[in-house]
């Protein structure tokens, strides 16, 4: 092996180190900013609405419950519906 051939791989190694140092640089900047984030989250003081949203969405949930037994209870009157056009006449 040359010297030459020996330099080219050094460079090459070189290079190859620094494209890994950003990349570490780019993870080490994005958990900073991930931190400065949570500590801002973190200070905002806790919200007193909490209480009522979990009731609204209690309720709302109640709701949807009761419209999907009605629509299952549709859903099961329907074969008989089909049935009884078709005998009546009703469907063309």
Same mark, same amino acid.
């Given at each position: 092996?040359?010297?030459?051939? @020996? ?5 090459? %190694?070189?290079? +190859?180190? !620094? ?11 994005? !958990? @900073? ?5 949570? +500590? ?32 299952? +209870? @549709? ?8 049935? %009884? +056009? ?5 469907? @063309?």
């Amino acid at each position: 092996m040359t010297l030459e051939d @020996r330099i080219d791989g050094w460079e090459r %190694r070189q290079e +190859a180190m !620094i494209t890994a140092l950003d990349g570490i640089l780019n993870v080490v900047e994005t !958990i @900073r900013d991930s931190q400065v984030e949570l +500590a801002k989250w973190l200070a905002t003081p806790p919200s007193s609405e909490l209480p009522e949203v979990l009731k609204q969405l209690i309720a709302s949930n109640h709701e949807v419950s009761k419209l999907m037994l009605q629509l299952g +209870a @549709r859903m099961n009157r329907l074969p008989a519906e089909v049935a %009884r +056009a078709v005998l009546d006449g009703e469907v @063309r």
